[in-house]
């Protein structure tokens, strides 16, 4: 039969990120880290990072600035949470395609894993895709950013904006680091890359993008689930103490 649980004892200060970034090498399967808190799980993330690099790590933080109690929400941290659920959302498209071993390595904490987030389906029903080299009508797809929450602006400076100037096109997604420069010859797509808001210069080139609406406001996508939703089957689950996990979760 398969073993569903193993305890492992006896790791001391970065030796459980050396040995699971050694596990995730031989045996590559999606895996959720639970830490006991945020400031735990952002050393644990930063030693994954360091050995696997940060292609395939994630961190899963709340989207609190301080206290879910404050009521501040923080943008940084939305654009991180928005981020994961995109990428679980097309490794899961991705499984379905092809039988190689693809997997993410998920860094969270109870608090980030108590807010509930938009179901798959509604994520992947609000997001909008742009490649190199295809045909798309401005007029068309800006009418979609609108219907999806963005707004308009001379100049794009946090996520949810857009900017139209000639035939250049730039969006604010909420699950990008940087906004997106789209470069349109007519209705063909001539470039895209990222850029950075405050010197407005060339971050990196891109092929294919993901534009994704704040999916997390309860008030544009209905009901929402826990992130569990997200998780392929069979996936690994790392916590220290999860009836711990249970009590902060349920509290």
Do not use: W
């Not at 830490?35 to 644990?44: K, M, P, W």
């Not at 509604?122 to 707004?151: P, R, W, Y």
């Not at 990008?176 to 060339?202: A, C, N």
């Amino acid at each position: 039969a398969a073993i569903s649980r193993i305890f492992l004892q006896g790791m001391v200060a970065s030796t459980a990120p050396v040995f699971f970034s050694g596990m995730a090498q031989r045996r590559p399967k999606t895996t959720l880290f639970v830490l006991q808190d945020a400031d735990e799980a952002g050393y644990f993330y930063q030693d994954l990072v360091q050995l696997m690099g940060q292609n395939d790590v994630l961190f899963f933080p709340s989207s609190y600035r301080r206290a879910v109690k404050y009521g501040q929400r923080d943008a940084a941290n939305e654009i991180l949470r928005t981020d994961v659920l995109s990428k679980l959302t097309r490794l899961m498209a991705k499984s379905d395609k092809t039988d190689k071993n693809l997997a993410l390595f998920v860094v969270t904490f109870p608090a980030a894993l108590a807010e509930k987030v938009a179901s798959p389906k509604a994520m992947d029903e609000q997001t909008l895709t742009l490649s190199v080299g295809q045909e798309q009508d401005v007029t068309v797809f800006v009418k979609a950013l609108e219907e999806l929450g963005f707004k308009r602006r001379d100049y794009v400076y946090e996520p949810g904006e857009y900017a139209l100037r000639g035939s250049i096109l730039d969006i604010f997604s909420f699950a990008s680091e940087y906004p997106f420069r789209v470069d349109f010859f007519g209705d063909d797509i001539e470039s895209i890359r990222t850029f950075e808001v405050q010197t407005q210069l060339s971050q990196e080139v891109c092929s294919t993008i993901s534009i994704v609406p704040d999916v997390e406001s309860e008030t544009a996508v209905g009901s929402l689930v826990p992130i569990t939703d997200y998780l392929p089957p069979h996936t690994t689950i790392v916590a220290k103490d999860l009836p711990f996990v249970g009590e902060v979760v349920n509290r």
